[in-house]
C-alpha cells in the first residue's frame, strides 16, 4: 500500500520596498560586500550567479552582463549604469583579474589574491546581508535571494513585460516568473475595488 504524502507548501517570497532595499544595502559597509549585493539585487542574480562574476563578464560598452545561470546556461541582463560605477570603483581596489569579488581572508585582500583564495562565499555573503538587514531596521525575513525577488516585482510594477523579467531571471518557463505578478502593489490595488463592493449591503 502506498502512502499518500502531502503536497510540498508553496510559501509566497519574501519581498522589499525600494526603499527597505535601499536602507539594507546603505548599512552594508565593506565595499565588496555591497558592491555584490547591489548587483545581485539590480541586476536580478541569483546568490551564486553574483558572487562568481569575472571581470570579464561586465560589457560597459554594451551595458550588459554576462551571467553563468543554471544548467551552465549564460544569459546577457541589463547592466544599470550606477552598478557599473559602482563595480569600478570597487575593482579598483583589488584589480583582479579572475574575480569582481574576490575573498576577504583575515590575511588581507592582497593574501588572498596572491594566493587565489577564490570569490567571496556565500555564507560570508549572507552574513553581512544579515548584519545589514538588523542595522536597518527592517522586520522582515529576508536574505540574499529576496533581492532577486524583489528586483523581479519592481520591475512588473515598472511595467516591464513578464517575458523579458523571465530573460533577465533565466527563468526556463514563464510559470516560474508568473509567481511575481501576486505580489506586485497593483495587482494588490486591482481588487481592492471589487473586494469592497461585493461586501456593500452586508
Known amino acids: 500500500m502506498k502512502l499518500l504524502r502531502p503536497p510540498k507548501e508553496k510559501k509566497l517570497p519574501v519581498v522589499l520596498s525600494r526603499q527597505e532595499v535601499q536602507g539594507i544595502l546603505g548599512c552594508v559597509h565593506t565595499p565588496i560586500y555591497r558592491a555584490c549585493l547591489t548587483t545581485i539585487y539590480s541586476c536580478g542574480l541569483r546568490l551564486s550567479e553574483g558572487i562568481f562574476l569575472h571581470p570579464c563578464d561586465v560589457d560597459s560598452g554594451r551595458m ?25 570603483q570597487v575593482w579598483a581596489t583589488h584589480r583582479s583579474r579572475t574575480w569582481l569579488f574576490p575573498a576577504l581572508t583575515p590575511h588581507s585582500l592582497p593574501y588572498s589574491l596572491e594566493h587565489n583564495v577564490g570569490p567571496i562565499t556565500p555564507s560570508t555573503l549572507q552574513r553581512a546581508f544579515g548584519r545589514a538587514l538588523k542595522q536597518s531596521g527592517v522586520r522582515k525575513a529576508a536574505h540574499v535571494h529576496s533581492l532577486r525577488h524583489s528586483m523581479a516585482t519592481h520591475l ?15 527563468h526556463a518557463t514563464p510559470t516560474t516568473t508568473a509567481l511575481y505578478t501576486h505580489l506586485t502593489h497593483q495587482v494588490r490595488e486591482s481588487v481592492k475595488t471589487p473586494i469592497n463592493e461585493l461586501m456593500n449591503g452586508l
Open 64 to 88: 550588459l552582463l554576462r551571467v553563468r545561470g543554471k544548467g551552465n546556461k549564460d544569459r546577457y541582463v541589463p547592466l544599470p549604469q550606477r552598478t557599473l560605477e559602482q563595480l569600478r
Open 156 to 170: 512588473l510594477e515598472a511595467g516591464v513585460n513578464l517575458r523579458i523579467i523571465q530573460s533577465i531571471l533565466g
